[in-house]
């Protein structure tokens, strides 16, 4: 075990550092956050004024809804990365050390929670700066923080499962795009639930982008901690349940060679 | 113990079909140099990950100083070095990176691992730059760093799998020196695959030739060499006049072997110098005009040639039919 943890540091400071000769990457990662913010935001400011939304103002709807969108789309691409370990020989080399052979995929899991919660930071503050407020105070806001990292772990090392049995970026990229969408609408990051059609709404129940959207809000907004609560053991079992297929997925790919 | 590596019979099948090994057997001694030599696809790479622990054979047995492969991987995976030929190193990470996340991946206490990251970097003419991020690295300078990678825990024995294909022949030369060190040194045992027939002349203190996944021919370069008795004369006659010149040599009392190779003719002799005014002689009276004529002391490419009835350069074009590496799935 004491090894496992060692190894998964060792290999976590690896992507830390190649995140830090590459920051640029946490930038660009931003834009589409800023264009959700900055205009989405603005354009359908008054919507609000619907019944059923929680709050009178969009953008404190919105800020944890796009925390969360931006984790999931951060945790969706790690698996990229398992990808060019692969065709760059790295995952040879390492599986021929006596590394834990857990550590590799946690260490890319731990990687994105940490790349996740810098830029969920970045992402409060802007909001915070659009005019967003939060009646959760610091703990509520620490928690939508980690709320997005564990959705981003989860999402991550199922990123990383299907990096590893299809060992080509465009079918990631594919599965990505096939889920991202869907998973994004099928929630509340948008819109109240009141406000969904029924279909939808049943749909965003067993939805856990949606799960980790309403507990983001539930932190940020002081409400209901009951709720919260309840989606965060979901979030926390499918985040379990990810890293499970992550390592079957590791397990075959390692007989595949 | 004296054999650091012992592999005996084995066979792997890919998924794909592919008959990758066939009964692949050798032994591998302490502090020697052991090539594996023969075209893209004979197997080489699919031995070196099967020793590696990175794939499992269907059959057979392999013995990494005395620890079994399949069933002590971990145990395994202490004794070796494992340069593969895609490089395997990080390219946004400098070179002491690397080395250093090596190092404590392989258990290293940090002030050895440090210590010993300077050594191998000065030893490898890396120290100058061993704070550049390895994508700024020449080709040779890369595949010096991975050499430093596999040896930075001081194993027992280094896989090299074709550690000069793709580079510049300076940079091959510099390589082969590190090499020769190594050997000089004989602290370590090396398994080296390669498809050039002199860098398995030049470096292996032992080599055994590989063709369709099994050992075709074992033995220091000199026995290799020493077992095909006498010299090869090459005739140049013009591709119409081969088959006659065949026959018209054949006959001969000096003559051991002939085989058509292209516009030429090639005879085995006892003593190429002797013979070749006879053969040529021989030939103009049958009417056959020789163009030129040539002796060679046998080579490794001969070597193969008669195990293997194929001419070694032939095939240097072929795909690689390696599975695993590079592969990629749905």
């Known amino acids: ?257 | 113990m004296d054999e650091v590596i012992v592999v005996e019979g084995l066979r792997k099948r890919y998924a794909n079909g592919v008959q990758a090994l066939d009964g692949l057997s050798f032994r591998v001694k302490r502090g020697e140099i052991f090539g594996l030599l023969g075209p893209n696809g004979a197997g080489k790479s699919t031995t070196v990950r099967i020793l590696a622990t990175l794939t499992l054979p269907d059959s057979g047995t392999a013995r990494i100083a005395g620890f079994d492969v399949v069933r002590q991987p971990q145990q395994v995976r202490r004794q070796i070095g494992y340069v593969a030929q895609a490089s395997g190193v990080d390219r946004w990470l400098t070179g002491r990176e690397n080395l250093l996340l090596q190092a404590r991946l392989e258990r290293l206490p940090a002030r050895e691992a440090r210590q010993r990251a300077d050594e191998l970097l000065t030893w490898l003419g890396l120290a100058d730059a061993a704070d550049r991020i390895v994508n700024t690295y020449s080709g040779g300078m890369r595949r010096r760093l991975d050499i430093a990678i596999g040896l930075i825990h001081r194993p027992a024995v280094v896989f090299l799998d074709e550690p000069t294909t793709g580079l510049d022949p300076e940079a091959r030369a510099a390589l082969w020196q590190i090499l020769l060190q190594l050997r000089a040194a004989q602290s370590i045992s090396i398994l080296l695959t390669t498809h050039y027939l002199d860098e398995a002349d030049r470096l292996c203190d032992r080599l055994a030739i590989v063709d369709h996944g099994r050992v075709v021919a074992e033995g220091t370069p000199e026995e290799l060499k020493a077992e095909l008795q006498g010299d090869r004369v090459t005739l140049e006659v013009g591709r119409e006049q081969t088959a006659m010149a065949r026959s018209v040599l054949t006959g001969l009392p000096e003559v051991l072997t002939v085989i058509v190779d292209g516009p030429a003719v090639i005879a085995r002799v006892p003593h190429g110098a002797s013979a070749l005014p006879v053969l040529v002689t021989t030939l103009e009276r049958a009417g056959i005009t020789v163009q030129t004529a040539a002796v060679h002391r046998p080579s490794l490419d001969d070597v193969y040639l008669h195990h293997t009835g194929r001419r070694f350069e032939d095939e240097r074009e072929a795909p690689e039919m390696l599975a695993g590496a590079g592969t990629k799935g749905w």
Do not use: K
């Open chain 1, 1 to 257: 075990m004491s090894w496992f943890l060692w190894d998964t540091w060792q290999l976590t400071w690896r992507q830390i550092l190649r995140t830090l000769r590459l920051p640029i990457w946490i930038a660009v990662s931003l834009v589409q956050p800023i264009i959700w913010l900055g205009l989405y935001g603005q354009l359908f400011r008054r919507i609000v004024e619907l019944p059923g939304f929680q709050t009178t103002s969009y953008i404190t709807f919105l800020t944890p809804g796009v925390m969360i969108m931006t984790a999931f789309f951060g945790g969706g691409w790690a698996g990229m990365s398992m990808i060019d370990d692969h065709d760059q020989g790295v995952l040879s080399r390492l599986l021929a050390t006596p590394a834990s052979r857990g550590a590799i995929i946690a260490a890319r899991v731990l990687h994105t929670a940490l790349t996740v919660l810098i830029q969920s930071g970045l992402i409060l503050a802007l909001g915070l700066i659009l005019g967003a407020r939060f009646h959760g105070g610091a703990l509520g806001l620490i928690s939508v923080m980690l709320i997005a990292a564990l959705l981003a772990s989860g999402i991550g090392a199922l990123s990383c499962g299907v990096g590893l049995l299809a060992r080509r970026e465009e079918t990631l990229i594919a599965v990505m795009n096939f889920l991202s969408m869907p998973l994004t609408f099928l929630s509340t990051a948008f819109i109240a639930a009141p406000l969904m059609p029924r279909w939808i709404r049943a749909l965003a129940r067993i939805n856990p982008v949606n799960w980790a959207v309403e507990a983001a809000r539930g932190a940020a907004l002081g409400t209901d901690s009951g709720m919260v609560l309840t989606r965060l053991a979901l979030l926390a079992v499918f985040t379990i349940v990810c890293c499970l297929l992550a390592t079957l997925a590791f397990r075959r790919y390692q007989r595949a060679l």
